[in-house]
């Protein structure tokens, strides 16, 4: 995680030893943050915490890089600080560009209906609305918000937004070399593969790969 590499750089900023921050947070030898340092250990939140205060820093700053000095936690809605043991969410906004089919392809309406915000980790270029019961069996029901990685090609087995002429589906692809086939395989039994063979395929295009889903509460 990028926290490894803050906390050594916020550690000879300030010209502190090893040794030196391993007495202040109350680790027996400098071998434990010499690991730290390197990336073999993960800390819990409250060592975290406890290794900010001793580089006179935030939590937010070795975590993210970010933060200055002595700045405070702070939440969205009362500005407060918050507790040591506890980290705000990193988030961002991910454009939504309509509806994705989970059954039967439906016309790509790719509109631009807003923002959706989620997780800064998400690796995604945008989202799609999931329609349909089809990939129940991978935990995607209907109404879901599908993040998206913008990417033409996909691994067998992934879960990819394909664009079927001007019909878009997500479905699991399959590609068989030997036949020339592509399959787009449902995770629900009551959907039959969407088969592809040879000259069909140039009615295919893979607009990226499904890396996350944000499951909508009713």
Known sequence: MKYHDNIKRRRKELKITQTEL????????????SKLEAGGIDLSQSMLASIAKALDTTPTALLYG?????????TE???????????????????????????EPIFADED??????????IDADFCLRASGDSMVGAR??????VF????PIVDN????????????????????QASDTVQ???ENPSYAPIVKMKSDLNDIRILGRAIAFQSIIK
């Open 157 to 176: 087995g992934q879960i990819a937004a394909v664009l079927i002429e001007n019909e878009a589906t997500l479905k699991r692809f399959y590609y068989d």
């Open 22 to 33: 391993a007495n202040a947070v109350g680790y027996s030898s400098k071998s434990t943050i």
């Open 184 to 186: 787009l395989m449902a």
């Open 140 to 145: 995607i029901h209907d109404g879901d918000i």
């Open 77 to 103: 809605s009362n500005n407060e600080p918050l507790p040591p043991n506890c980290f705000p969410i990193e988030k961002k906004k991910f454009p939504l560009l309509g509806n994705i089919a989970c059954g």
């Open 112 to 121: 631009f209906e807003g923002y959706v915000e989620a997780g800064a980790d």
């Open 148 to 151: 998206i990685k913008q990417q």
């Open 66 to 74: 970010n933060g200055s000095p002595n700045s405070e936690y702070l």
